[in-house]
């Protein structure tokens, strides 16, 4: 069973920055892609950035295109996810999730979540 912890959710300001990070235990992590959602008050969940295991390929949502930065060092087990330019609507808790697939590209196939961390932009 694979564990997630997130880390890194902060209250920051429009345009600001923030890093995430998430640890992972109890599976093999360079064999899992990994990924990052986000749900907001009254909101559904959003799949917003992923990385594949081995190749690395990488997935962003339209929304955060040039803004997010996903990335992963297998060997401290760890994703993470480098947000820049920080927008009120990116306001949400952030989820961490893993999959055994390369294909980074179905959210259903993310077996594996975080409790989540919270970001909050303000103007």
């Known amino acids: 069973q694979v564990s997630l912890v997130e880390s890194g959710g902060a209250q920051v300001q429009a345009g600001g920055s923030l890093k995430l990070s998430c640890v992972a235990s109890?599976?093999?992590?360079?064999?899992?892609?990994m990924g990052w959602f986000r749900q907001a008050p009254g909101k559904e969940r959003e799949f917003i950035s992923a990385?594949?295991?081995?190749?690395?390929?990488?997935f962003y949502r339209d929304s955060v295109k040039g803004r997010f930065t996903i990335s992963r060092d297998d060997a401290k087990d760890t994703v993470y996810l480098q947000m820049e330019r920080l927008q009120i609507e990116d306001t949400a808790i952030y989820y961490c999730?893993?999959?055994?697939?390369?294909?980074?590209?179905?959210?259903?196939?993310?077996?594996?979540w975080g409790q989540g961390t919270q970001v909050t932009v303000s103007s």
């Open positions: 999730a893993a999959s055994p697939s390369q294909f980074i590209g179905n959210s259903a196939l993310y077996k594996y």
């Open positions: 109890g599976g093999t992590f360079s064999s899992l892609s």
């Open positions: 990385i594949s295991y081995s190749r690395g390929a990488t």
